[in-house]
């Protein structure tokens, strides 16, 4: 009869599990301080380190301000700056309005139907200029009114030279007849016109004005109302 002693294999089999479970607990050990000393390390890094940074940057800052409160009439300077940016913004984009002064010498008309102006504004968010004024009759004032639908604004870009319309939408109201200082007989009157934006731009330089009335420029010709113009009446068809 033949018989076999398992024992001494169980045995082995218990000592390699006890191996295995004391590697395991080493592992996990090892693996737990190095958690432990990764998260004191953070917890330095998060409460000691930042709180040095910021404690640095707070004495830094005080420092500065002390340095700038230090400074006589600070409070005067910052204004003094902030009005002179304001100021250098305003330059780069203000309007010209001196150019009214040309535009005007260009559009009066000679005598004897000169107009004299006695009231202008000029209303930048609309582009349009309100012209009150005077002169010597109706015609006169039509005269003036066909004249500044005639002129032209003149500038170069790019070394051409530009031509744009002055006026667009001319219109008159509040007309009426009286007597000047002298006591001499007046039609007085209101004109308004739309304008382009480059009248008074600032980006835009040499600018000049001159007529162009489809080369009619006679003294006849600007006198004479537009509205009584108009074009020849068509025949009905099937009639004689």
Known sequence: MIEINLIPDVKQELIKAQSVRATVISSSIIASIVAVGIVVLLSLYVFGGQAL???????????KGAELAA??????????????????????NKNIHSRTFDMLAAVIPPSPNEARISQLSIDSDMSTVRLEGQTRSFDSMETFKKTIDAAVLVYNLDDEEVQIKLAEDISTGDTSFGEDADGNKTFRFVLSFVYPLELYSSDITNVTFKLVVNGNVTDSYLGIPKTIFTEAAQDLEGEQ
Do not use: H
């Open 71 to 92: 400074v006589e009439d600070l409070s005067e300077m910052l204004t003094l700056q902030n009005q002179l940016k304001v100021i250098s913004d305003l330059q780069e």
């Open 53 to 63: 940074r910021s404690g640095a940057s707070d004495g830094e800052i005080n420092k």
